[in-house]
């Protein structure tokens, strides 16, 4: 069915009211910052964004605006932010794990290197309580007690 002209400017106005209120970050309860809320939200045939459709321009320009917005570091989409904090969190959580754990393991080796070291050298103190006195030795001097 074909519409008039005036209907599809009537449409164009209301895809770009959404579409401004999308980006703005409106986003509808269950809806997300995409071209399928955009159609929900402008009362327009989703299958009209696609292709040679009367609204391809609308929806080229819609994702051209949504990942400006993104590079320049701003999510429309609460959603959409809460994942892409999540996810920065979850990698810097996972990098101290990882600190954590090489500490960790330095620390071990550190401590059995120190207890094997602390053994030697109790072993080393034992032997030499236990052990005799060393006899002098003989052909140098040797100090003799008046009698």
């Known amino acids: 069915m074909r519409i008039s002209a005036t209907q599809r400017t009537e449409n164009e106005n209301r895809i770009r009211a959404a579409m ?10 269950g809806g997300k910052c995409d071209i399928k809320t955009l159609a929900n939200e402008a009362a327009v045939d ?8 009367p609204y391809g321009h609308l929806r ?5 605006r949504l990942r400006a917005l993104q590079d320049a570091g701003e999510i429309p989409d ?15 959580l996972k990098a101290r794990i990882a600190q954590s754990d ?11 290197q120190s207890l094997a070291r602390l053994a030697a050298q109790h072993e080393e103190i034992v032997r030499l309580r236990e052990a005799p006195p060393e006899p002098p030795k ?3 001097f ?4 008046p009698r």
């Open 20 to 29: 401004d209120r999308l980006l703005r970050g409106e986003i509808p309860p």
């Open 46 to 53: 989703r299958t009209a964004f696609y292709g040679t459709r």
């Open 60 to 64: 080229v320009e819609f994702e051209r």
């Open 78 to 92: 609460p959603r959409e932010a809460q994942i892409a904090r999540l996810k920065a969190e979850n990698a810097k």
């Open 102 to 112: 090489e500490t960790i393991d330095e620390l071990t080796d550190f401590r059995s």
């Open 138 to 140: 003989s052909g140098g």
């Open 142 to 145: 040797q100090h003799h007690e």
